[in-house]
Protein backbone atom coordinates (compact mmCIF):
# COMPACT_ATOMS: atom_id res chain seq x y z
CA UNK A 1 0.00 0.00 0.00
CA UNK A 2 1.80 3.57 -1.36
CA UNK A 3 0.57 6.91 -0.69
CA UNK A 4 1.91 10.14 -1.60
CA UNK A 5 3.70 12.04 0.65
CA UNK A 6 1.26 14.92 -0.19
CA UNK A 7 -1.33 13.05 1.51
CA UNK A 8 -2.59 14.48 4.79
CA UNK A 9 1.01 15.92 4.44
CA UNK A 10 0.44 19.75 5.74
CA UNK A 11 3.14 20.92 7.02
CA UNK A 12 3.05 24.74 8.30
CA UNK A 13 4.31 27.70 6.50
CA UNK A 14 7.32 29.74 8.36
CA UNK A 15 5.65 33.45 9.15
CA UNK A 16 7.14 36.16 7.40
CA UNK A 17 8.91 38.73 8.54
CA UNK A 18 6.62 41.57 8.76
CA UNK A 19 4.51 39.01 10.91
CA UNK A 20 7.60 37.98 13.28
CA UNK A 21 8.14 41.49 13.69
CA UNK A 22 4.01 42.78 14.31
CA UNK A 23 3.84 39.67 17.15
CA UNK A 24 7.12 41.01 18.82
CA UNK A 25 5.97 44.85 18.91
CA UNK A 26 2.31 43.31 20.44
CA UNK A 27 4.57 41.53 22.85
CA UNK A 28 6.65 44.15 24.04
CA UNK A 29 4.12 46.58 24.04
CA UNK A 30 1.85 44.33 26.62
CA UNK A 31 4.29 44.03 28.30
CA UNK A 32 4.55 47.72 29.13
CA UNK A 33 0.94 48.50 29.58
CA UNK A 34 0.40 46.05 32.77
CA UNK A 35 3.77 45.93 34.53
CA UNK A 36 4.15 49.80 33.92
CA UNK A 37 0.78 50.98 35.44
CA UNK A 38 1.22 47.92 38.18
CA UNK A 39 4.45 48.49 39.56
CA UNK A 40 4.75 52.52 39.03
CA UNK A 41 1.71 52.40 41.21
CA UNK A 42 2.88 50.25 44.15
CA UNK A 43 5.81 51.69 44.10
CA UNK A 44 3.92 55.21 44.92
CA UNK A 45 2.08 53.45 47.34
CA UNK A 46 4.84 52.89 49.27
CA UNK A 47 6.14 56.16 49.09
CA UNK A 48 2.74 57.62 50.58
CA UNK A 49 2.59 55.17 52.92
CA UNK A 50 5.91 55.82 54.34
CA UNK A 51 4.78 59.58 53.98
CA UNK A 52 1.73 59.10 55.66
CA UNK A 53 2.49 56.17 58.01
CA UNK A 54 -0.51 53.95 56.73
CA UNK A 55 1.08 50.73 55.45
CA UNK A 56 -0.22 49.28 53.68
CA UNK A 57 -3.05 50.33 52.99
CA UNK A 58 -2.25 52.98 50.17
CA UNK A 59 0.08 50.48 48.69
CA UNK A 60 -3.06 48.43 48.04
CA UNK A 61 -5.00 50.91 46.52
CA UNK A 62 -1.97 51.41 44.52
CA UNK A 63 -2.07 47.33 43.37
CA UNK A 64 -5.42 47.38 42.38
CA UNK A 65 -5.60 50.90 40.65
CA UNK A 66 -2.94 49.45 38.75
CA UNK A 67 -4.24 46.30 37.72
CA UNK A 68 -7.39 48.17 36.70
CA UNK A 69 -5.13 50.97 34.64
CA UNK A 70 -3.36 47.76 32.97
CA UNK A 71 -6.73 45.92 32.10
CA UNK A 72 -7.83 48.91 30.74
CA UNK A 73 -4.80 49.68 28.65
CA UNK A 74 -4.49 45.94 27.21
CA UNK A 75 -8.48 45.95 26.35
CA UNK A 76 -7.67 49.26 24.48
CA UNK A 77 -4.52 46.75 22.78
CA UNK A 78 -6.69 44.09 21.90
CA UNK A 79 -9.41 46.29 20.41
CA UNK A 80 -6.19 47.78 18.35
CA UNK A 81 -5.41 44.54 17.26
CA UNK A 82 -8.95 43.43 15.82
CA UNK A 83 -8.93 46.85 13.91
CA UNK A 84 -5.78 46.17 12.02
CA UNK A 85 -6.89 42.57 11.32
CA UNK A 86 -9.81 43.78 9.26
Do not use: E
Amino acid sequence: MSTSQNDGDKTPTPPDASTVILLLTTIGDTTWRMFVPTIGLTILGLLVDKWLHTTPWIMILGIVTGAYFAYVLVQRQIKNVKKVRK
